[in-house]
């Protein structure tokens, strides 16, 4: 069964900091990749997808992640991370095969805390 | 156009009894996931449903089920609680307009029902 792993449960950052986060999927097909957030006491949104092509992808609010294919890892960057940025992370997959497309596979979640 | 809507927001039952959990989709969208959030087990796949059948089913007991009305308003049950039943249900609607299409529309997520089971 598929499986998706985030390495970092919680991390701690000061403003101004770069961020990465780790995330890993066991599935040797073709995955779509996404990374969501979600902030205190707010919806799950999208912050970014991968479908194909380049795999270097830009989200919102300056994110951006990384496809590596021969590692099965999709890891969320951002260069200067801000106070408003504290919130929790998750990585998710899906597989494009018949009947699958409403069903996300979920990480654990990372959750982010930034000090002002 | 308004948003993913779930009711109720909060909910406290004791063990043994039922629930059921309602989400509206954003107007026009034919599929609707919904998923359980919990501390230990994060975010796991509960069941889909498009055009009132469910497409696809997550690992959970068969005490959890669903269905879909043909505007696309969706409800979950969830019979015979136990305490491990507590946890946020999301609900997460998208425009696919295909059941068993490989292509994959973004999932527009509610604010969740905060189930509490004692």
């Known amino acids: 069964a598929q499986s998706v792993s985030q390495h970092n449960h919680h991390v701690i950052l000061s403003e101004a900091a770069s961020l990465e986060l780790g995330c890993n999927y066991s599935?040797?097909?073709?995955?779509?990749l996404f990374w969501y957030v979600q902030y205190p006491g707010q919806h799950l949104q999208l912050l970014l997808k991968?479908?194909?092509?380049?795999?270097l992808v830009k989200g919102i609010k300056g994110f951006e992640a990384e496809f590596i294919k021969s590692k099965f890892s999709f890891n969320l960057r951002k260069p200067s991370v801000q106070w408003s940025d504290t919130a929790e992370y998750f990585c998710a997959v899906i597989t494009p095969q018949v009947g699958q497309g409403g069903k996300l596979i979920f990480g654990q979640g990372t959750e982010l805390s930034v000090k002002p | 156009k308004a948003g993913v809507t779930q009711t109720p927001r909060y909910l406290i039952k004791t063990r043994g009894q039922q629930v059921t959990l309602s989400c509206s989709p954003i107007s026009g969208h034919r599929s609707v996931s919904w998923y359980q959030q919990t501390p230990g087990q994060g975010l796991q796949f509960l069941f889909e449903y498009f055009s009132e059948t469910q497409r696809n089913k997550g690992n959970f007991p068969g005490r959890f089920s669903g269905r879909q009305f043909s505007n696309s308003r969706s409800e979950m049950n969830v019979s015979t609680l136990e305490l491990g039943d507590s946890a946020l249900y999301l609900c997460a609607s998208s425009s696919r307009d295909r059941p068993l299409t490989v292509a994959y529309n973004e999932q527009f997520f509610g604010p969740g029902t905060r189930l509490t089971v004692l």
């Open positions: 599935y040797g097909g073709t995955v779509n």
């Open positions: 991968y479908f194909s092509g380049d795999p």
